[in-house]
């Protein structure tokens, strides 16, 4: 088996690699939102606590 037929996976390669991408996709915005989410609502709390 060659490298590129691993990558075509018997014509399949597209949908299998396109599924990888989204679900990577989603896996790292399920990590990153709730961090950028986390910060926004400390930095409001902080504004809130100085007036």
Do not use: C, D, H
Not at 12 to 19: E, K
């Amino acid at each position: 088996m060659t490298l590129q037929e691993f990558f075509a996976m018997g014509g399949y390669g597209f949908y299998v690699w396109t599924s990888y991408g989204i679900t990577l996709v989603v896996l790292v915005a399920n990590i990153l939102i709730p961090i950028i989410q986390r910060k926004q609502f400390l930095r409001q709390q902080a504004l809130k606590q100085k007036r």
